[in-house]
């Protein structure tokens, strides 16, 4: 009876999974790469679970499947950089979106060296954290990061990802009124 109740439950969370999965897919995401240098040597990935946590003090995070290589990395550096993405850079974002193209990654055109790690100089913006908190969940890791600096071209239409397809987001033309401004 319990062996049953165990199938039941696998099952159903199961299903709840691939609901959810479905639904998010059509949810427009931002796509960036975080990166780190771990024991001198640069590591990265694409993430696209990110968000501002705070602005006093100024504070990121970012979700890493535990599963993930350059998770052990990532969480012993201490300090990680999101570089956020144009349609201009989708070069970059395959060699850490693709385990095939990882000896591709950093040496595209355009990456960068300074004393706080690895960069990509023509991004819409670059931020710098240091890792202040990890908060484990499921498959997870939620790491939050001090933002430490911040490198910004100015505000493009910046990558993102929704339905299987690179994206950007558009403004739409709507009366402030109507878009909950009124």
Do not use: Y
């Amino acid at each position: 009876h319990e062996e049953n109740r165990a199938k039941t439950e696998m099952t159903r969370t199961k299903l709840l999974s691939d609901d959810l999965r479905r639904v998010l897919r059509g949810l427009p995401s931002p796509v960036r790469l975080v990166t780190c240098v771990h024991d001198g040597v640069p590591v990265g990935l694409a993430v696209s679970a990110i968000m501002p946590v705070s602005l006093e003090p100024c504070a990121m995070a970012i979700a890493i499947n535990r599963a993930n290589a350059s998770h052990e990395p990532l969480t012993r550096s201490g300090q990680f950089c999101i570089h956020f993405l144009d349609a201009g850079l989708t070069d970059h974002l395959a060699p850490f979106a693709s385990w095939e193209q990882r000896h591709r990654r950093f040496t595209l055109p355009g990456w960068a060296e300074c004393e706080l790690g690895w960069f990509i100089e023509d991004a819409p913006a670059n931020i710098f954290c240091t890792i202040r908190s990890t908060t484990s969940f499921g498959t997870h890791d939620v790491v939050i990061g001090e933002v430490t600096d911040v490198r910004s071209v100015g505000v493009v239409d910046m990558l993102g990802w929704s339905n299987g397809r690179f994206s950007v987001a558009k403004q739409l033309d709507m009366p402030q009124s109507a878009a909950g401004r009124g």
